[in-house]
T-cell receptor
Framework: DVKVTQSSRYLVKRTGEKVFLECVQD?????MFWYRQDPGLGLRLIYF???????EKGDIPEGYSVSREKKERFSLILESASTNQTSMYLC????????????FGNGTRLTVT | QKEVEQDPGPLSVPEGAIVSLNCTYS??????FMWYRQYSRKGPELLMY????GNKEDGRFTAQVDKSSKYISLFIRDSQPSDSATYLC???????????FGAGTRLFVKA
């Protein structure tokens, strides 16, 4: 089974802090993704990466950056956390084939106070 | 207008009922259609994956795609309390990396 592991289940941070969310997958997937999930809005794509050191903006990249130094690891960075970034953050991965479905981690519930 | 529309529910049914969950979409380029199940405080897990139009069956679950109507459905037969979860439809076209999700339907199956 594919395993996508997110380092934290719950995080509480203060406004203005720099926040790192880590994701590791063990299936040698080429593609990795970061989504946020909010009630009524569904899942929205923040950033994705189709290869090491490559990154592409999704639909809502403002206020976020990403890093992919190794194939299995994809990090989401909130440069200066704000209260409107309080959300559930979901990491996903898939094979290179564009028809390959996403496999998700269990999410990180981030609260910014 | 959202690309994918899904009734958020909640939908409450008695154990053993047949459940019908639906999504409509506007982008005719979508070719791959998925259903994910998400339990509370967990990530979405892939339940069904279909390509283009037609039906696909897996145990108690049947996925249907009607591309002419831009409408997809998930049927759950003999529903169980363990089916209580949020069900997300998702779809993508052949050209890109992006998967587009519906907002999810919350399902409660009562024993």
């Amino acid at each position: 089974d594919v395993k996508v592991t997110q380092s934290s289940r719950y995080l509480v941070k203060r406004t203005g802090e720099k926040v790192f969310l880590e994701c590791v997958q063990d299936m040698d997937h080429e593609n990795m993704f970061w989504y946020r999930q909010d009630p009524g809005l569904g899942l929205r794509l923040i950033y994705f990466s189709y290869d090491v050191k490559m990154k592409e903006k999704g639909d809502i990249p403002e206020g976020y950056s990403v890093s992919r130094e190794k194939k299995e690891r994809f990090s989401l960075i909130l440069e200066s956390a704000s209260t409107n970034q309080t959300s559930m953050y979901l990491c996903a991965s898939s094979y290179r084939d564009r028809d390959s479905p996403l496999h998700f981690g269990n999410g990180t519930r981030l609260t910014v106070t | 207008q959202k690309e994918v529309e899904q009734d958020p529910g909640p939908l409450s049914v008695p154990e053993g009922a047949i459940v019908s969950l639906n999504c409509t979409y506007s982008n005719s380029a979508f070719q791959y259609f998925m259903w994910y199940r998400q339990y509370s405080r967990k990530g979405p897990e892939l339940l069904m994956y279909t390509y283009s139009s037609g039906n696909k069956e897996d145990g108690r679950f049947t996925a249907q795609v009607d591309k002419s109507s831009k409408y997809i459905s998930l049927f759950i037969r003999d529903s169980q309390p363990s089916d209580s979860a949020t069900y997300l439809c998702a779809m993508k076209d052949t050209g890109g990396f992006k998967t587009i999700f519906g907002a999810g339907t919350r399902l409660f199956v009562k024993a």
